[in-house]
């Protein structure tokens, strides 16, 4: 599966970004059914989860960005979302999004986001 990220960017601190993460050439009914979520990793840390929306709708967040990130997804559009307020300078990373399902186990492209003071 082919997964598109996009949206990172260089924002100040207490500001807002929105990754995208689309899976273009995903056929709609296999999107309902797998669950996609974000992970990130910055330099010199391991990779950490930051949320999660599975298929059955229910979502996870890491403790970290609980209350200030929102996963969504758009089904018609195939993309799933990724709102990011209030940002912090720790939440500088490499962003990469996820699709798991039956014998599916993919990863986009990371997309950088660099939150300044």
């Known amino acids: 599966v082919q997964l598109q990220a996009s949206g990172g960017g260089l924002v100040q601190a207490g500001g807002s970004l929105r990754l995208s993460c689309k899976a273009s050439r995903m056929i709609l009914s296999t999107f309902w059914s797998t669950d996609f979520g974000w992970y990130r990793q910055a330099p010199g840390k391991q990779r950490e989860l930051v949320a999660g929306?599975?298929?059955?709708?229910?979502?996870n967040y890491g403790e970290s960005v609980k209350g200030r990130f929102t996963i969504s997804r758009d089904n018609a559009k195939k993309t799933v979302y990724l709102q990011m307020n209030n940002l912090k300078i720790e939440d500088t990373a490499v962003y990469f999004c996820?699709?798991?399902?039956?014998?599916?186990?993919?990863w986009g492209e990371g997309t950088l986001v660099t939150v300044s003071s």
């Open positions: 929306s599975s298929r059955d709708g229910s979502t």
């Open positions: 996820y699709a798991r399902g039956p014998g599916m186990d993919d």
